[in-house]
DNA sequence: TCACTTTAGTCCAGTCATTAGACTTAATCG
DNA sequence: CGATTAAGTCTAATGACTGGACTAAAGTGA
């Protein structure tokens, strides 16, 4: 086994935990008196008192006056969390933009920023520059706000292994992300997270989108590629090697052509963005997702036969891939997103059908087809999220 | 989220958490003196001491004599698992016999035993019955050499929703069996716990098995249907409902037939044993697995055509659901078992080759693809097992 | 209006697993 | 045989928790 040689349980590691266990009942349940919360978590009032008062130091909650609830006895102050000092920042790379925005610990965006620019061609280095500009600037302006950004997350189109970026639609080949932003964002108490933009995305819809309230999910992300981030109890699912998720090159037609990945018949050749724009005739749209994107809506609306019949093959792909994706991950719901986003109406049928039939009979629940809640902002919100879970998960860390 | 209002911790949490701790730390590294132990796990030398006292009076672990290595200092008193009081039953349940073994705290299989018997057209309440007599006759045989069964695991082939039983190759809906057995082993102080065959094997491999040393693999369980036990980091992944790992229902053929549970072009219809020995001509051997698989190998070895393009296409069909499923789910290493082991030999050349092709480019590692280590042993194995893992975790339930 | 009840939150002594470091034991080295 | 090294034990101190007593602030009913 691999298992890491796990930590010992010290008499401050209990501290640690039960503060992080009143801080997670704080940030559901919202308004929250001491005596609930002790209620709940199974401590004391007297622990959760002091805890609390631990929290209001670190700026996380704060307590409000007594409020009458029309009960009998006392009324209770309620806890709540705080709409600030402690904030966490997003950034994302994409194929034409950057983005950056700051999340307060309730949720809230407090600061958003895309920049547009084409970063395909360019050089690695010169894109994390511009990154970190636009970090800076976005950190700069949340001080004078009052907010104070503890941690980073970076989404971008790739897959991260040992640190070492592969991003094929960039043109990055084993670049250290993570190391050379972070010398831009020096500092902050929880660092610089990297990860795959259909992760994050994931983790966004989960947390402020589409995904709420699901347990278990998986979460589609199309590009030029097509990249699934798979949420199992709240926690991302991430593999051996860090490369789960890579539902574009499942084999859809074992018949099918030759894939740039060597396989044969991949998902991405029947229902990424470029293959169904080609499929579609638009094909000196390729490359250019967005424009090209908005024309086949306007063809599909108009009922363009080589249109219809591009997004049906792609329906007809994604729900065969999505059957298999069911039956090895048994999710509680599926999430479109990406530029399959916009796509959903004429997706979802297809897709619905199959998941309805395939291994019906057999499984406990169908999962449900919804389009993304947050489009092209998920994956931002999944990076600033993660910051945030970092400091729910522990929070004296910032003691 | 779902997630439960976790627990608090208090100061003999504490102490449970390091017993675990400690237990887990012998339980690999096998003879272990105390210092070394301490300066593995971060605890004080003093703690530790105590701890394997207190594991010692559980019967967990036995301290020999010191022995000298040729070292410079006083020698340690190396630490090792008991073997014995302390032992787990494994109970399986299949079409054509009932199993049971006993391993004690190391791993050793302590007692076994199979009872040959046609479980298919039986009511389910016989067959538990049945099941529950060999428990009891096992139970006593184990004491007579001084064991203590202080758990049970039970696997069989469905699928189990909220205790809950569908074995469609049983002929079971809805069958209670982890309530029906307990009458038979009440007392136990880890229970009965029930669960997939496919999950079971699972982890009979990653414990005993093929799966050593992988940290995530997924196991394929190949009777009638096919299932697959995946693992993640140790752990079984179960997905939303409790019914991953179907892979039996991938879609390798959108333009295939038509399954029984509904989908189109299954895994199943071309990879299933009962599949393979219809297209290999021997559709007399259908139903009763064991011989004609055994005709079918012969024929394999002869050269016989139909058997040779059976297996074929039994290989290319595994060889797309297992890329979709490398791609999906990333793992170490991938282990044919059940009825599957004994074709290895011919379904692996196809398997390892699609795999090398698809995605390759783009992950970081192969997996590798092994034969099962334990043929038709692994689903017992890891039955009796998930009573050790339960030991492991949480020795102090013992107390 | 005033005693009574109910609930929220604080205060204080006691518990107990852990740590740090001194001490004892048992081996090898020169 | 004394010096050195390492394993394991003993003892006092630490600190987060618990349980119960206490105070605070509301509503209830005669």
Redo the contacts between chains.
């Keep these: 086994?691999?298992?890491p040689?796990?930590?010992?349980?010290?008499?401050d590691?209990?501290r640690e935990?039960?503060l992080a266990?009143v801080l997670?009942?704080v940030a559901?349940g919202q308004p929250v008196t001491r005596a609930r919360l002790a209620e709940?978590?199974?401590?004391t009032k007297t622990t959760v008192a002091s805890q609390v008062a631990l929290l209001e130091e670190l700026r996380l909650v704060t307590t409000a006056g007594p409020v009458r609830e029309g009960g009998r006895g006392r009324p209770g102050a309620p806890v709540s969390l705080a709409a600030g000092p402690v904030a966490g920042l997003g950034l994302e790379i994409n194929g034409h933009y950057l983005a950056a925005c700051v999340l307060d610990p309730t949720g809230e965006v407090r600061l958003s920023q895309t920049v547009a620019c084409d970063n395909r061609g360019r050089d690695a280095r010169e894109t994390l520059e511009a990154l970190g500009t636009l970090a800076q600037w976005v950190i700069a302006r949340a001080a004078e706000t009052g907010l104070d950004v503890v941690g980073t997350g970076v989404a971008l189109p790739g897959?991260i292994?040992e640190g070492n970026v592969?991003a094929?639609n960039l043109g990055w080949e084993s670049v250290p992300a993570a190391a050379l932003i972070s010398g831009a964002l020096h500092g902050q108490v929880f660092g610089v997270i990297v990860d795959n933009e259909a992760n994050l995305g994931a983790l966004g819809e989960l947390w402020y989108g589409a995904g709420q309230?699901?347990?278990?999910?998986l979460y589609l992300s199309g590009e030029t590629g097509i990249g699934?981030g798979?949420v199992?109890?709240?926690e991302l699912?991430?593999?051996?090697?860090?490369?789960?998720?890579?539902?574009?090159?499942?084999?859809?037609?074992?018949r099918g052509t030759t894939c740039?990945?060597?396989?044969?018949g991949?998902l991405e050749l029947v229902a990424g963005i470029d293959a169904v724009l080609l499929a579609a005739g638009l094909a000196d749209d390729v490359g250019a997702s967005e424009p090209g994107l908005a024309e086949l809506l306007r063809r599909l609306d108009d009922g363009d036969r080589a249109a219809r019949g591009a997004i049906e093959a792609a329906g007809?792909g994604l729900a065969?891939?999505l059957?298999?994706?069911v039956?090895?991950?048994?999710?509680?719901t599926i999430v479109l997103g990406g530029l399959h986003a916009h796509l959903a109406p004429w997706l979802t049928p297809a897709i619905e059908a199959?998941v309805a039939?395939?291994?019906?009979?057999?499984?406990?629940?169908r999962?449900a087809i919804r389009a993304s809640a947050l489009a092209a902002e998920s994956a931002v919100r999944g990076a600033a999220g993660t910051v945030l879970a970092a400091v729910l998960a522990d929070p004296s860390a910032l003691a």
């Excluded at 040689?5 to 008499?11: D, G, L, M, V």
């Excluded at 309230?213 to 999910?217: E, F, K, L, N, T």
């Excluded at 699912?237 to 074992?254: N, Q, T």
């Excluded at 039939?357 to 629940?365: E, F, I, Q």
Aim: proline residues 7%; positive net charge.
């Design positions: 086994m691999t298992v040689p796990s930590r010992p349980t010290r008499i590691t209990m935990r039960n266990l997670r009942e559901r709940v978590t199974g401590l897959v292994t592969n094929p309230g699901a347990g278990s999910y699934a798979i199992v109890d709240g699912f991430r593999g051996a090697h860090g490369s789960a998720g890579e539902i574009g090159h499942v084999v859809v037609d074992p740039r990945c060597g396989g044969t991949c007809q065969t891939a059957v298999g994706a039956n090895l991950l048994d999710p509680d199959a039939h395939g291994g019906g009979k057999l499984r406990g629940g999962p």
